[in-house]
DNA sequence: GGGTGTCTGCTTTTT
DNA sequence: GCAGACACCC
C-alpha cells in the first residue's frame, strides 16, 4: 500500500509540475489538434514501471486531493468533461459532439486513473481503431503524465492489440506464435487460388468481390459454418460459403491469418477458453474505446467479452459522425449502449470549443434532418463568426479554379496554407484541383494515396524478408520468384505448385526438392537453385548480422535494387527512396521477426518533410482532423449524396451521407466554403448536376450565397441552373428544395429544359431521338451534329468544343 | 516469357 | 476517360 501512494504521489507530483502555470493555461481547452508542447520532465525512477499493489480506498492523498478541488489536470475541463473522466465505475457512455474535446476526456482519463492508483499502465486496455489515433492518445498522456507511457502496452488499435493476444496464445486457435498477418493483396491471391481450385468462372466472381463479402462476414463475427444460406449463395452459384471455408484451411496451412481473423480468432480464443478470458478479466481494470460509434459486431462482441469482468468500460464516440457502415460499422452498437450495458451513466459533451457558431449553427441544423440519432445540441460561447458560403460554379473547371482563388487570396492576408484543406466526398474528385493547384504554384498534399506498406516496391522487398525469415511463406515466395525477372514465370510456378501439393511442402521446400530430380528444364532449375542457395545463405546471417544491413545485402544481391535502377520511369527514383525508408524504418525494431510482425499492422506513410501546404483529402480522411479553413467542393446531387449509397441503402444511407457531410462542415473552425457544379464529367461523360439536398438543409439565416463572378461568362448555357440561387432568400425555390416539396424521387437524373438564345428546345427522351446527323444542342458544349449513337451515349462532333461522348439526356435536339 | 492491344468497369478505406 | 486485367501473339 504504501508503494503504491508513493507511486501515485509521485505521479501526482510529476502531473502538476507538468502543467504550464501561466495564465493562458487556464483556457487550455481541449481542442483536438492543439499545439500543447509535448513537456517531458526527466524523473530519475520510471515511475510507470514500478510494481504497484492493489489501490486503498481513501488514501490520504486522495482525500488531500478531495478537499483541494482535486488535480490541477482536472481543471482543465469543463464540469460534463470532468464528470466523463471522473466516473470511474462502471459502463460509461460519453457521447462527445464534434470538436466538444474527446480526445481530452480519454487521455485525461488513463491520466486519472493512473494518478489516483487504481491501475498500473498495464491494466489498462485502451482500443483505437488507427494506429495515428492510437499514437496521438499516447503522446497525449505522455504529455499529461510528464513521461513516456510504454508501460501502457494495450493501448492500441483492435488489430495491434488482438495480434498481441492471439499470439501468446496461437497454439489454442491452431496457429504458431509466428503466423504472417495477410493484407489485402496476398488475402486476394490467395482467394485466386482457391476460386480457381473450385473451378469458378474468375470473371463472373471477381476475387476481390469475396474477399469483400469474407471480409464482412468476418466484421459481424460469421464463421464459415454460420454463413447464412442465402448469403453464401451470393458468391460463385452458391459456393461463397464453401470457399471461405476452404479459405481458412489455407490460412491455417499457411500459419496465417488476414486482418478480419485477428478478431476472430481473438473471439474464438476469449469463448472457447474461459482460463485465457478469466486472465483478461484479471488484468484489465479500466477498459476505454475510442471512436465507439465505428464499431463492427466482431469488435462489439469483442469488448462485450472483455467487459464483462470488471463493466468498467467507458466508450466514447459520436453517433453523428458514423461514417463507417459500409465496411461493416454498426451504429446501432452506440445507440443501443444503455441496453447492453444496464446501469450505464451517459454523458453528454456538447460544448464546442473549435467552431465558431454560424459555422456550428449550420452544421446542428444540417444533422438535425436525420431521424437515427441520440441527439445532441452542440453550442459554442465563441463569436458568430463568418457565415459559411454556399458557391454555384459552372463545372469542375471553374470549382477548382475558384478554390485555387480563395486560397491565393486568403494566403495573401497572411494564412497558413496547412490550415487550409479541401475535402471531397470521392477521390477521383482531387485530381482536378491537382491539377489547378499545379499550374498555379500551390503547394498541397493529398492525404490518403496508397499506404506506404501497400506500394509495390515495398510489398516486394517485404516478401523477400518474409521469405528468409521463415520458408514456409509461400505467398512471399510467389511473389518474389520472377521479381526481378529471372525467367521463372508461370510455368515454373505451377511445376512448383504441383510438386509442392503432391509432397505435402511449401514453396520454397518444393523448389529445393524438384532441383535434385529430372522434372524440370536445366536452365530454370539453374536460376532456381541459386535462388533457393542465395535464401540459404541470407537466412544464415539472420543471427550474425544487424537486421538493417541483412536486408540491404538481400535487396542488393537479389538483384532488387538493380531492377528499380535500370528502370527509367520517373517513377523509379521514388521507390528506391522507399526502400531506403523502409531499412531506415527497420531500425525501430530489435531485429528481423519482430519488424515483420509489427510491419503490417502499424507501416504507415511516412510524410516527409513539414511544409506548409493545403491538404487534399476525402471527407472520410478528414474525421477527427480540422482547419481554419475548409472547402466542400462538389455538393450535388448524384456525387454527394453518393447515388450509389442511396441506392444501395437508402435512408440509412442517406443519413451517414448527411453525417459525412456534417463531418466535413464541423472540420472547419473560422471558415467553410461550399460548391457545387452544374456540369461534372463523371465516368468521361459531361452530366447537368442539380445542387446537393443537402444545400436545402443549411439555415438560411447561417448561410451565404455568393455568386461567383466568373460564373457568368458562361451565362449563355447556364443562366437557368442559377435562376434560382442568385439570392439565398430564394433558395426555396431551388430544385432541390422543389423536389422535396414534391416529394418526387427523382434523384436530378432528368435533363433540364435549357434556354438558349431566348427559346426552349424540346427535351429529349432518350437516345432513340437521335440518328446520326441529327444537330443537337449540349449545355455545355453548345451546338453539334451526332456522329454516333450508342446506347444512352452519344458521340457529338460540337461546331466549337470537338468530338465528344455525352449521355442522350444531356442534348437537346435543335 | 514478355510485349502489345482490347475489354471492362468504375465511392468511401482501416487494419 | 482511364486504369488495370487479360488475351493474344511473337
Redesign the pocket.
Known sequence: MRVRRAWAEKFQAVAWASQPSSGASRHLLPQAGEGVPARRLLVGVPLLSMPAPKPAQGSIAARARALAGGPRYLEALNPEQREAVETLEGPLLVLAGAGTGKTRVLTTRIAHILASGEARPWEILAVT????AAREMRERVETLVGQGVEAMQWLG????ISARMLRRHAELVGLKPNFTIL??DDQIRLLKQAIKAENID??RWPARQLAWQI?SWKNRGVTPAQVPAGEAMSFGNGKGGELYALYQERLKILNAVD??DLLMETLRLFREQPDVLAEMHRRFKYILVDEYQDTNVAQYLWLRLLAQGRRNLCCVGDDDQSVYG??GAEVENILRFEKDFPGAKVVRLERNYRSTGHILAAASHLISHNEDRLGKTLFTDGGLGEKPTVTGVWDSEEEARAVGDEIEALRRRGHQLNEAAVLV????QMREFEERFVAIGLPYRVI?GP?FYERAEIRDALAYLRCVAQESDDLAFERIL?TP????????LQLLFDYGRKQGLPLMLAARALCETEEIKPK?RATLRALIDDFARWRALIDAKPHQELAELVLDESGYTQMWKDDKTPEAEGRLENLKELVRAMEEFPDLSSFLEHVS?VM?NSEGAVSDRVSI??L??AKGLEFETVFLPGWEEGLFP?Q??LD?NGRA?LEE?RRLAYVGLTRARRRAKIYFATNR?I??LWQTTMPSRFIDDLPAKNVEVVERAGASQYGAYGVSRFAGLDRYSSVYETPGWKRAQNGSQQRGRSAAATVIEGRVLAKSTGAADFTPGQRVMHAKFGPGTVARVDGDKLAVEFDHAGA??VKSAFVERM
Open positions: 481503431f488507427t494506429n495515428k488499435t483492435f488489430h495491434a493484407d489485402t474468375e470473371k471480409d486482418f478480419g459500409w465496411r466526398r470521392a477521390s477521383f490518403g499506404r520472377n525477372k529471372r525467367g521463372l514465370g508461370d510455368a515454373t530454370p499492422l504507415e483529402m476525402t472520410h480522411g453518393s450509389r449509397t444501395d444511407g451521407e464529367r465516368r468521361g465528344k461522348m
